[in-house]
């Protein structure tokens, strides 16, 4: 393969996990033919600055990428704005971008993947982004393909295209329209029963993502996110030095991939693959959300302090 999809990563004060992160990264077969732009976050609190200074320290002796761009933010921007704004730079220089954030493993041929991937749906519009996390959603023996679509992205090692990336309004100027339509609702709660709950919060100022305006985005213009069966990621953000991933992590726990092909077979059509669709829904569902609720607050109690 040729001009490598450039990688970000987006990191802030946990240097074990980010080590673990890079390690993982770097062995990827097409590491070292791929640019790697870090953005670190500036500290909330003195208490953080100590921790992000070991953080930035190791940064500096980083090797294995074909180049590697370490932009440090001196105040505290929070994720969303660091993501937003860190994304729209880079895609003033590529087309693509691969994106990463600190407590996320990936296997050896993640990059190849996402490459390959973005490659072959860069001109089918409908297709919104590439997720390389999947959920353990057990494989569809109807479907013989290594992948397929949902109509919601994950934020879990994604990638996408400046034409999707650019044209998402940020703002979402046209929230109170969709507020009091029930049927738009009704129908962006068929990506997950979470999504209106979430959308709401960040308009009310309750909550600061840029994954729920990015699924918002993507549910108007009605794309759909390419997933690979057996996950190329796992998240080892669930601790208590994590900021936006907490509680148990079992309904996350992956079908990771352990053939590690470089061969990827894909959907026939671009369109939902029900099946998948309808597991992701139950694992994303009300039930479920209580079930992990009710996990949570036994591994709260029971932990060992």
Same mark, same amino acid.
């Given at each position: 393969? #040729?001009?490598?999809?450039?990688?970000?990563?987006?990191?802030?004060?946990?240097?074990?996990?980010? +080590?673990?992160?890079?390690?993982?990264? $770097?062995?990827? &077969? *097409?590491?070292?033919?791929?640019? *790697?732009?870090?953005?670190?976050?500036?500290? +909330?609190?003195? #208490?953080?600055?100590?921790?992000?200074?070991?953080?930035?320290?190791?940064?500096?002796?980083?090797?294995?990428?074909?180049?590697?761009?370490?932009?440090?933010? &001196?105040?505290? +921007?929070?994720?969303a704005k660091?993501?937003?704004?860190?994304?729209?730079?880079?895609?003033?220089?590529?087309? #693509?971008?691969?994106?990463?954030?600190?407590?996320l493993l990936?296997?050896?041929?993640?990059?190849?993947?996402?490459?390959?991937?973005?490659?072959?749906?860069?001109? &089918?519009?409908?297709?919104?982004?590439?997720?390389?996390?999947?959920?353990?959603?057990?494989?569809?023996?109807?479907?013989?393909?290594?992948?397929?679509?949902?109509?919601?992205?994950?934020?879990?090692?994604?990638?996408?295209?400046? $034409?999707?990336?650019?044209?998402?309004?940020?703002?979402?100027?046209?929230?109170?329209?969709?507020?009091?339509?029930?049927?738009?609702?009704? &129908?962006?709660?068929?990506?997950?029963?979470?999504?209106?709950?979430?959308?709401?919060?960040?308009?009310?100022?309750?909550l600061d993502?840029?994954?729920?305006?990015?699924?918002?985005?993507?549910?108007? =213009?009605?794309?759909?996110?390419?997933?690979?069966? @057996?996950?190329? =990621?796992?998240?080892?953000?669930?601790?208590?030095?994590?900021?936006?991933?907490?509680? $148990?992590?079992?309904? @996350? *726990?992956?079908?990771?991939?352990?053939?590690?092909?470089?061969?990827?077979?894909?959907?026939?059509?671009?369109?939902?693959?029900?099946?998948?669709? +309808?597991?992701?829904?139950?694992?994303?569902?009300?039930?479920?959300?209580?079930?992990?609720?009710?996990?949570?607050?036994?591994?709260?109690?029971?932990?060992?302090?």
């Amino acid at each position: 393969m #040729k001009n490598m999809v450039p990688i970000l990563l987006f990191t802030y004060k946990r240097l074990d996990a980010l +080590k673990k992160t890079i390690e993982a990264l $770097s062995a990827n &077969e *097409l590491a070292d033919q791929s640019d *790697l732009y870090i953005f670190s976050d500036g500290p +909330k609190t003195e #208490k953080d600055a100590a921790a992000i200074q070991k953080v930035r320290a190791y940064l500096k002796t980083l090797q294995g990428f074909k180049n590697i761009n370490i932009k440090a933010s &001196e105040g505290n +921007k929070g994720l969303a704005k660091s993501i937003i704004s860190g994304v729209s730079e880079v895609m003033k220089l590529s087309d #693509k971008v691969i994106v990463m954030e600190d407590d996320l493993l990936t296997t050896s041929n993640f990059l190849t993947f996402m490459n390959k991937a973005l490659t072959k749906y860069e001109n &089918e519009e409908k297709v919104f982004s590439v997720s390389g996390y999947s959920m353990n959603l057990n494989q569809d023996v109807n479907n013989t393909s290594e992948t397929y679509f949902l109509n919601r992205g994950w934020s879990w090692g994604w990638a996408t295209w400046k $034409s999707r990336w650019d044209d998402v309004d940020w703002e979402m100027k046209d929230y109170d329209i969709f507020k009091n339509d029930k049927r738009k609702k009704s &129908e962006f709660a068929m990506g997950g029963s979470d999504l209106n709950k979430m959308l709401r919060n960040q308009m009310e100022g309750a909550l600061d993502s840029w994954a729920i305006r990015w699924f918002y985005h993507q549910f108007k =213009v009605s794309g759909l996110t390419l997933y690979p069966v @057996y996950s190329k =990621v796992y998240n080892n953000g669930f601790d208590q030095l994590a900021t936006h991933t907490t509680g $148990s992590n079992n309904r @996350y *726990l992956p079908l990771l991939d352990k053939d590690l092909s470089n061969e990827i077979s894909y959907p026939k059509t671009i369109e939902i693959s029900q099946n998948y669709q +309808k597991a992701f829904l139950k694992n994303m569902g009300v039930k479920a959300r209580i079930r992990s609720k009710v996990e949570t607050i036994f591994q709260s109690k029971f932990s060992i302090k």
